[in-house]
């Protein structure tokens, strides 16, 4: 016997509350991409064997764990963002303490400020005093950090590692 045989003693009628509930139903259906029988079915099925409970469950389950990762989540950007704030700050201080110390008169070993020399030996062309303190990460608003590399320049060029030009600042030493 084959299906189109036994397709009466296969057959179940079921009559829903509204034809609004039909349309639905088929409308769901079809976003599944399947019949309404085989949606019907695969319901009833899991249902019976408790799969649609247990489906649930982990449902619920999986929206729990994703909302309390979305809270970590949230929590951990607060986390970082004060984090780079302060990150911010110590590079503005040690920036500070780098160059201020050129600031003050007086005899004292003074440490030049290692990307300064770097930024002027490695160009091939002349350096504006704006471009280095970008290049370097200096507030020009700073004008305390600003007068100690003004200082440092003017010591590099009194040694004659540098000189100044129309364009600006150019490695002069080796």
């Known amino acids: 016997m084959g299906k189109t045989e036994t397709i009466k003693k296969r057959r179940v009628d079921v009559y829903l509350r509204s034809e609004e509930q039909k349309g639905r139903w088929n409308k769901y259906a079809k976003g599944q991409k399947m019949s309404l029988s085989k949606?019907?079915?695969?319901?009833?099925?899991?249902?019976?064997?408790?799969?649609l409970m247990n489906q649930i469950k982990i449902k619920e389950t999986?929206?729990?764990k994703i909302k309390k990762l979305m809270d970590e989540n949230d929590s951990l950007k607060v986390q970082y963002n004060r984090s780079e704030n302060y990150i911010s700050i110590l590079e503005r201080?040690?920036?500070?303490?780098?160059?201020?110390?050129?600031?003050?008169?007086?005899?004292?070993?003074?440490?030049?400020?290692?990307?300064?020399?770097?930024?002027?030996?490695?160009?091939?062309?002349?350096?504006s005093n704006n471009n280095i303190l970008k290049?370097?990460?200096?507030?020009?608003?700073?004008?305390?950090?600003?007068?100690?590399?003004?200082?440092?320049?003017?010591?590099?060029?009194?040694?004659?590692?540098?000189k100044y030009g129309s364009r600006g600042w150019i490695w002069n030493g080796q």
């Open 62 to 64: 999986l929206t729990d």
């Open 93 to 127: 201080e040690m920036n500070r303490s780098k160059n201020v110390s050129f600031s003050e008169p007086g005899p004292g070993i003074h440490k030049y400020h290692e990307e300064l020399i770097r930024v002027l030996k490695d160009s091939n062309n002349p350096v």
């Open 135 to 162: 290049q370097i990460r200096i507030d020009p608003a700073d004008t305390e950090v600003v007068a100690g590399i003004s200082k440092q320049l003017d010591a590099l060029k009194s040694y004659g590692l540098i």
């Open 39 to 51: 949606l019907i079915i695969d319901t009833v099925e899991a249902r019976i064997g408790g799969d």
